[in-house]
């Protein structure tokens, strides 16, 4: 996988099928009207340059995106070890369990979806989709 393309009919999930969080929300984003490409990162892996533009379009380090008390990180790092954008990197490709939510891209727009009726919430925002909305900091 190169470069992350958008398209405002298409969303586009980035998600853990191995979480509880993850299961919940895949079937949200299938029921939407629009083509969904679903990128299930306990199966395919997401390149260094993917994370950093979606961690740039949410407006927070690819470290936000980890939940640093996950047993898959608690047992493989110290939670106060400080880590660059690379070895955050190298976490959630070797640990994708500790992705901390679901991110959908629609069209220019990202979210974090921290539970599965967020979706249902920025889809309903307005006809449009959910243009001009943005993610509460993690």
């Known amino acids: 996988m190169g470069t992350i393309s958008t398209n405002k009919n298409m969303i586009t999930l980035y998600y853990n099928s ?5 299961k919940q929300t895949y079937p949200y984003v299938k029921a939407a009207d629009k083509k969904v490409l679903a990128i299930d990162i306990s199966k395919t892996k997401v390149t260094g340059t993917q994370w950093a533009t979606i961690a740039e379009n949410l407006k927070v380090s690819i470290g936000d995106l980890i939940n640093n008390e996950h047993p898959d990180f608690t047992k493989n790092y110290e939670t106060s070890a400080h880590f660059d954008s690379e070895d955050w990197i190298k976490v959630l490709n070797a640990n994708p369990d500790t ?4 991110i959908i891209i629609v069209g220019e727009s990202y979210y974090l979806l921290k539970t599965p009726s967020d979706f249902v919430k920025y889809m309903g925002s307005n006809s449009g989709g959910i243009d001009g909305q943005h993610p509460e900091t993690l």
Do not use: E, F, V, Y
């Open 18 to 22: 191995q979480t509880a969080l993850g």
């Open 99 to 102: 992705l901390k939510c679901p």
